[in-house]
């Protein structure tokens, strides 16, 4: 075979990519020509020293090697986490959104019963600010005929005042005051150690409060919950809605509240039960001037 | 350190292990940018971490795990706005565009006297690398680095074997041509070199 033929394949005969045939043949014509035995020998050892050059290990690659093998198994492991992690997830989620969604079909006063209501909130509000400054709170009441008078006068409503069969309330002293722009009276009671602040609304005012009005069409006309602090009871009657709030435990709160609904509704009128208006001198944050106001 | 369902971990070590500084260099010598070559070989083991419990007996990891290599060197170079992949495809036969290029490159100087130009060799060999158009270059790293044959490169890069062994022969005139320039320029060969190997190769 020619020798130009032969050259195009010797760098395929040099790869040992020729046939066999065609191996045999160059195999046979480099046996018999020495210019291209030469050349293919020159050939190889080129091949050979640039192989040998590239295939050179550098510094610090087996470190490098070591660094990528690392960050490659942690990447891998993060990857691996999140390919469980993230379907678990997702799916729990969805799990617990549906638990959620019947749980709320099916008993929606669980879930509302730790809500924090709009209208828990006004009151915790005027109740708290109470507490600061007693004394912008009271109005000068001379007996419960007087206060009697001023809630029946500014709210046109009827109401009674008369003791409170085996409660430890004692009433401090009330006013009017304004929660959500609704008129309301504000009674401050003393139970025990804790002063407790009674709110009389009217019964359409609840278009006011949302909460409260959905609250009260789905559950029994009592709804009670704690804000911040403080105790919260509400109960509705025919024409009101009474709430209490303080730092007093639950029962005794609703004791307190359910007495004073306990007669509304047949006379169509408010009945405050506890007829003695009795000076604070012990407590503490009663001032001086609040105690003769109220005496 | 490895932990993969399906084939075992030790297997991947080991396949990994024997690799390991064919891996390195391929990734060195087809990058643009030296800094990525880390990045790149991670890359190339968490890919393969990650796929290993794909991958099947029996068959070549060689030419798996370099096709995952280019990729990401393709990849980390394709993001450094470097480089353009597209692979000729060439409709004549094979031996001509040998003969053609032989007709075009010449490099005889360089065969006479391989270790008078590669002793000096340093950076040289990388930038000659480098002006080599990267599919020409990634059929020649797979051969003289990775090892595999033609038919393994045209299966790893997806390519025609008749292509594999053009763009080889390509780059392989490119890279004498380029170093036996480099010998000229400083020396290390004799320019006369060149006529007499010439001469004899007309002789036959």
Not at chain 1, 139 to 150: K, L, Q
Not at chain 1, 151 to 175: C, P, Q, T, W, Y
Not at chain 2, 152 to 162: K, S
């Amino acid at each position: 075979m020619d020798c130009k033929i032969i050259r195009k394949y010797l760098m395929l005969y040099l790869d040992s990519e020729l046939g066999p045939e065609m191996t045999f043949e160059v195999s046979q014509h480099l046996d018999t020509c020495g210019s291209c035995q030469r050349l293919f020998d020159q050939e190889a050892r080129l091949e050979s020293h640039i192989r040998s050059i590239l295939s050179r290990p550098a510094d610090g690659d087996g470190i490098l090697w070591r660094r990528a093998l690392q960050k490659a198994a942690r990447q891998s492991r993060r990857q691996s986490r999140r390919r469980v992690l993230y379907p678990a997830a997702i799916s729990a989620g969805f799990a617990l959104f549906i638990a959620l969604s019947a749980g709320f079909w099916f008993y929606p006063s669980i879930f509302l019963k730790h809500h924090e209501l709009d209208l828990a909130a006004f009151v915790d509000a005027e109740h708290t600010e109470f507490l600061k400054k007693p004394s912008a709170h009271f109005a000068a009441f001379g007996s419960n005929t007087e206060i009697v008078e001023y809630f029946r006068k500014h709210l046109s409503r009827d109401f009674m005042i008369s003791d409170i069969e085996g409660s430890e309330a004692v009433v401090r002293g009330g006013n009017l005051c304004n929660v959500n722009g609704c008129g309301t009276a504000h009674l401050i009671c003393d139970v025990g150690e804790s002063l407790v602040s009674v709110f009389w609304l009217k019964s359409e005012d609840q278009a006011m409060f949302p909460d409260v009005q959905r609250r009260l069409a789905i559950e029994s006309p009592t709804i009670h919950c704690k804000v911040a602090q403080h105790q919260f009871y509400l109960r509705q009657t025919r024409d009101a809605l009474i709430c209490g709030i303080g730092a007093i435990d639950s029962i005794r709160l609703q004791i307190l509240v359910d007495n004073l609904c306990r007669a509304e509704g047949a006379r169509n009128e408010y009945l405050i039960y506890p007829s003695q208006l009795k000076p604070a001198a012990a407590d503490p944050r009663m001032t001086a001037e609040m105690v003769e106001k109220i005496t | 350190m490895i932990r993969e369902r399906g084939n075992s971990h030790g297997e991947l070590q080991s396949y990994l292990e024997a690799n390991r500084q064919s891996l390195t260099n391929y990734c060195r010598h087809s990058l643009y940018e030296k800094q990525h070559l880390e990045d790149a070989i991670q890359s190339v083991i968490a890919i393969v971490i990650e796929k290993f419990a794909l991958f099947e007996r029996g068959s070549d990891f060689r030419t798996w795990i370099f096709k995952i290599c280019t990729n990401v060197v393709y990849n980390i170079n394709k993001k450094a706005a470097r480089e353009r992949r597209h692979f000729i495809s060439l409709s004549e036969q094979v031996e001509d565009a040998v003969a053609e290029l032989q007709q075009e490159f010449a490099y005889d100087e360089l065969l006479r006297h391989p270790d008078k130009v590669l002793a000096h060799v340093g950076d040289e060999m990388q930038e000659a690398l480098l002006a080599i158009p990267g599919n020409e270059r990634a059929v020649f790293l797979l051969k003289t680095i990775a090892g595999l044959t033609c038919r393994e490169i045209a299966e790893t890069l997806e390519i025609p074997i008749g292509t594999a062994m053009a763009n080889l022969f390509r780059a392989r005139a490119k890279l004498r041509v380029h170093l036996s320039e480099y010998a000229k320029q400083y020396g290390f060969l004799d320019n006369n070199v060149r006529e007499d190997s010439k001469n004899g190769l007309q002789d036959h």
